[in-house]
C-alpha cells in the first residue's frame, strides 16, 4: 500500500514538473456571460493601440442578452479594464465601421467611425470615454488620414463635391483645402513622402478620374495623370506605400470586372501603370493582410485579367518588367493571405482549392523560394488559418487536418515543422478557435472561445523557455500560490491580493465545488489531475493545475 501511495505521488510529481502548456489569461469578458462579444462574420477583434492599452472592436448585448445592431469600440488595458470610445450602427464590405488609425505626435489616436449611414466621423482620442471629441462629423464617407507637420489630412465625398480636407491638430479647426467634381469617387489618401499626399479624385473641369500629388495647400495641389476616363468608377484605391512609392488599383474603364496595379512617387515621371489585373475589394486586401510592402517590393493577391485561375500570390518592383508571379496559378496554392515578416522571410496563408485546407507559405521574393510548410503537432497535420509575429515564434490558430479538425492555438519556431501546442483554460471545449492575434509591448492579445465565457478577449503572460511544451502562468497566477501540490485531502491558497472565489474544475471543464474561503476541501473526490480557479478582487483570473492523490 505504502509502495503503491509511492509510486502515485512519483507519478503525479512528475506530471506536474513536466513542461505545462499554457494557459489563457482572461483580459475581458465584454458582455459578461457565455455569449460571444467578438463574432468571426463581423470582423471583430483587435484594431490598434493607445499607450498602454490595445482598441477592439465588439458587438453589443441588451438587458436580455441578445445581440444589438451596435458595435462597440473600446480600448481595453491588461488588467481588463476598458471604456467604451465609440459605437456604430454601420457595417459593409466598403468601408468599416472603425478604420484609418493614425497616432498623433501628442500621442493621442485619431480615427473614423461610421456611426451610421448618415453619419461620419474623425475622432480623437486619449484612450478614455471623457477624453474621446469628435474633430469632424459629416453626413457622406470620410475616408483616410495622413499627417503632415500639424495637419490631419483625410478625403471626404460629398454629392455636391469633393474635398481634401485638413484638421489644424493645434485648433482642431477643419478646413477645406481643395475642391473636385463627382462624376467618380474620390479615394483614401497615402503619403508619398513626409511633405506630400497622393489620391485619386475627378476633376470637375473634364469629370476625368485623376491621380493627385498636394502639400496640403490649395495651390499646391495639383494633378499628375488621368487614370480613368470611361465610366464612373466607385471602388477605393486602396492606396499602399512601399518606400519611396505608393502603389494603388484602379478599376479599368468600362468593364464589369478587374483593374490596374498602378505605382507612383508623387511626379508625372514616376507615375504609370504596371499591370491589369484583378483583386478583391480594398477592405479585404486590409483585413485579410492580402497586400504588404517588403524590401521595397509590393506583394500582393491577384488574377491576371481575363485569367480563368484564382487568385495567386505577385510581386511588384515599380516596374512594368519587374511585376510578375511568384506563385504560378494552381488550384492547391490560392487565396494567399496573412501576409507577415518574420525572420527575414514573408509568411502567408493558402487556400487547397481541392479540400479547401490551409497551408503556411514562406518567400524569400522568389519564384524558388517561396516553398509549403507542412505543420504538425505530433504526428497530425496542421491548417493554420490566423496568426502574428511574436518573438522568436508565429503565434497561431491551426486546426488539426487528421483528428477532429478542433481549432487550438500552437507556435511555429520558424526552423522545426513541430509546432507547441498551447492549450487553453479549463473550460475549453478543444476547440477555443484563436483569432485576431495582436502584439502590444510584450503582451499577445486574441481572441478565443471557451465554454464559460464564449469569444472573449484573452492574452498569454510569462516566458516561453521549451521548443517542445510551454510553461506559463497567466498574471492572476503569478499573484497567488496553491499548496501543497501535489494534495491529498485540501488545498490552500496564499496571494497577495484578496480573493473573491476559488473554484475546483475538473479535466473536462466542469466546477465541482466553490467557495469564498481560501482553502478548498478535497474529500471525496478520486485520485487525478484538476485545476483550480482564483478570482482576484481586482478582476484577474488565473488557474493552478494541481493533482490529487490518496
Not at 35 to 48: A, E, R, V, W
Not at 270 to 287: A, C, P, R
Not at 430 to 441: C, E, K, M, N, Q
Not at 535 to 542: A, D, F, R, V
Request: aromatic fraction near 12%; glycine fraction near 8%; include cysteine.
Amino acid at each position: 500500500m505504502i509502495y503503491s501511495r509511492f509510486l502515485s505521488l512519483c507519478l503525479f510529481t512528475f506530471l506536474l514538473n513536466a513542461p505545462l502548456y499554457s494557459q489563457f489569461n482572461l483580459v475581458k469578458d465584454f458582455d459578461g456571460s457565455t455569449q460571444s462579444s467578438f463574432t468571426p462574420f463581423h470582423d471583430n477583434g483587435i484594431l490598434y493601440s493607445i499607450g498602454t492599452k490595445i482598441i477592439v472592436k465588439y458587438d453589443s448585448f441588451n438587458v436580455d442578452g441578445q445581440h444589438t445592431p451596435i458595435y462597440s469600440l473600446a480600448a481595453v488595458d491588461a488588467g481588463g479594464n476598458n471604456q467604451r470610445l465609440a459605437y456604430s450602427l454601420f457595417n459593409t464590405v466598403d468601408q468599416a465601421p472603425f478604420s484609418d488609425f493614425k497616432t498623433l505626435p501628442n500621442g493621442k489616436v485619431a480615427f473614423i467611425v461610421v456611426e451610421s449611414n448618415i453619419s461620419f466621423k474623425v475622432l480623437i482620442t486619449d484612450g478614455t470615454a471623457a477624453g474621446t471629441i469628435a474633430a469632424y462629423t459629416a453626413p457622406s464617407p470620410i475616408k483616410g488620414l495622413e499627417l503632415i507637420d500639424n495637419g490631419l489630412y483625410f478625403t471626404h465625398h460629398d454629392n455636391t463635391g469633393h474635398s481634401l480636407m485638413k484638421i489644424d491638430l493645434t485648433t482642431l479647426v477643419a478646413s477645406e483645402v481643395a475642391t473636385f467634381g463627382t462624376f467618380h469617387a474620390i479615394s483614401d489618401i497615402s503619403k508619398v513622402s513626409n511633405t506630400a499626399l497622393v489620391f485619386l479624385a475627378p476633376d470637375p473641369a473634364d469629370d476625368k478620374l485623376k491621380l493627385y500629388v498636394s502639400d496640403g495647400t490649395a495651390a499646391g495641389t495639383t494633378a499628375l495623370t488621368v487614370i480613368n476616363s470611361g465610366s464612373a468608377v466607385v471602388e477605393d484605391a486602396f492606396l499602399n506605400q512601399v518606400g519611396n512609392n505608393v502603389y494603388f488599383f484602379s478599376k479599368l474603364p468600362d468593364v464589369t470586372c478587374c483593374s490596374a496595379l498602378w505605382v507612383t512617387d508623387g511626379t508625372v515621371a514616376g507615375t504609370q501603370k504596371l499591370k491589369e489585373i484583378n483583386v478583391l475589394y480594398s477592405e479585404q486586401l486590409i483585413d485579410q493582410r492580402m497586400a504588404i510592402g517588403w524590401k521595397n517590393k509590393f506583394y500582393f493577391a491577384g488574377v491576371e485579367k481575363d485569367a480563368t485561375t484564382d487568385q495567386t500570390l505577385w510581386v511588384s518592383d515599380g516596374t512594368v518588367a519587374g511585376t510578375s508571379l511568384l506563385m504560378p496559378p494552381s488550384e492547391e496554392n490560392i487565396h494567399p493571405r496573412h501576409f507577415t515578416v518574420f525572420k527575414d522571410a514573408l509568411y502567408f496563408i493558402t487556400v487547397n482549392g481541392k479540400d479547401y485546407e490551409n497551408k503556411l507559405y514562406k518567400t524569400d521574393g522568389t519564384v524558388a523560394g517561396t516553398v509549403p510548410i507542412e505543420l504538425k503537432h505530433s504526428e497530425y497535420v496542421l491548417s493554420p488559418y490566423s496568426f502574428v509575429a511574436y518573438g522568436d515564434y508565429l503565434y497561431m490558430g491551426a486546426g488539426d487536418r487528421n483528428a477532429s479538425f478542433v481549432a487550438e492555438l500552437y507556435r511555429y519556431d520558424g526552423v522545426h515543422t513541430q509546432c507547441d501546442k498551447l492549450e487553453g483554460e479549463p473550460g475549453a471545449t478543444g476547440d477555443s478557435h484563436p483569432s485576431s492575434f495582436f502584439v502590444h509591448g510584450s503582451d499577445l492579445y486574441f481572441t478565443a472561445y471557451l465554454n464559460a465565457t464564449g469569444e472573449e478577449l484573452y492574452t498569454i503572460g510569462g516566458d516561453f523557455t521549451s521548443s517542445v511544451t510551454t510553461d506559463t502562468k497567466s498574471r492572476a497566477a503569478n499573484a497567488f500560490i496553491v499548496y501543497p501540490n501535489p494534495a491529498t485531502d485540501q488545498v490552500s491558497i496564499k496571494s497577495s491580493e484578496k480573493i473573491k472565489s476559488l473554484r475546483l474544475v475538473n479535466q473536462f471543464g466542469n466546477v465541482l465545488t466553490e467557495t469564498t474561503d481560501s482553502m478548498l476541501r478535497l474529500d471525496g473526490y478520486s485520485e487525478g489531475v484538476y485545476f483550480i480557479e482564483v478570482q482576484l478582487m481586482n478582476g484577474e483570473i488565473g488557474f493552478q493545475k494541481i493533482a490529487l492523490v490518496k
